[in-house]
């Protein structure tokens, strides 16, 4: 078995780096107040949530062993990060804006 290289490694910490940043914002935003949920603070969790299931599944997708040799799966991986760039930025937006 090979060692990752280049895109693997780049796509693997770069979704690592954005799941702890919007763990970070969570964390600030203040997703354990004790005030009452409003529908925005809801929606800013899913999305959050949705975010951190699609940057963890970019690692599944780019390690997952391939039977030809030429076919991975660098694409879906990739697409993978950007869902998860945008849902991530999406929750920021929704719980910015008021």
Partial sequence: MRAP???VV???SASATMSAMGMAFLGY???H???PWRGS???VVCLAFASFAALASVVWFITTPVSEEGAERIVAARR???LGVVLM???IV???IP
């Fill in 5 to 7: 290289v280049g895109s």
């Fill in 10 to 12: 780049g796509l693997c």
């Fill in 29 to 31: 935003w203040g997703i």
């Fill in 33 to 35: 107040e004790p005030a």
């Fill in 41 to 43: 603070d809801i929606i």
């Fill in 80 to 82: 993978a990060f950007a």
């Fill in 89 to 91: 930025w999406l929750s």
């Fill in 94 to 96: 929704v719980a910015v």
